[in-house]
């Protein structure tokens, strides 16, 4: 099995998130808390547009890592984004009918899931899937 980032990123021009709580009032690594579609899920709709994770506490905003495990497997994913409480990490997505996704929330490669004092989220495996028959391709 071959892990690769398939979005991480750090934007310059948005400022640092301050750090409003003490070293002790969280301690251990970033969770995730909700997965939309959920864990595990099955009759996803294909249509729809966008994934997110919700953490555990507010996280920085300026680091992510939707890693895939293998390419058949991968939803096309685009450029994520943060809610206002920097807690919830949004991905645009395209999916298809009938097919088996997973995604990692970092990965032991790929920790850019942080909080603001740097600890890394715990790694998770994400898998769903799409309702419908899969589309067959031409010749098949």
Do not use: H
Request: glycine share 8%; aromatic share 8%; net charge neutral.
């Amino acid at each position: 099995m071959v892990l690769l980032a398939i979005t991480c990123g750090r934007d310059a021009s948005t400022p640092p998130l301050p750090v409003s709580e003490s070293p002790g009032t969280q301690s251990g690594a970033p969770r995730v808390v909700a997965f939309d579609p959920p864990l595990g899920a099955t009759e996803v709709d294909p249509l729809r547009t966008t994934l997110a994770v919700t953490f555990d506490r507010v996280m920085d905003r300026e680091g992510w890592a939707w890693v895939i495990e293998e390419k058949s497997t991968a939803p096309d994913i685009g450029e994520s984004s943060w809610d206002a409480a920097v807690r919830t990490n949004s991905v645009p997505v395209r999916l298809e009918p009938g097919k088996s996704y997973v995604v990692w929330i970092n990965s032991p490669q790929y920790s850019y899931f942080k909080d603001p004092l740097g600890r890394a989220a715990t790694p998770v495996r994400w898998s769903f899937a799409t309702r419908g028959t899969a589309q067959r391709s031409p010749g098949s």
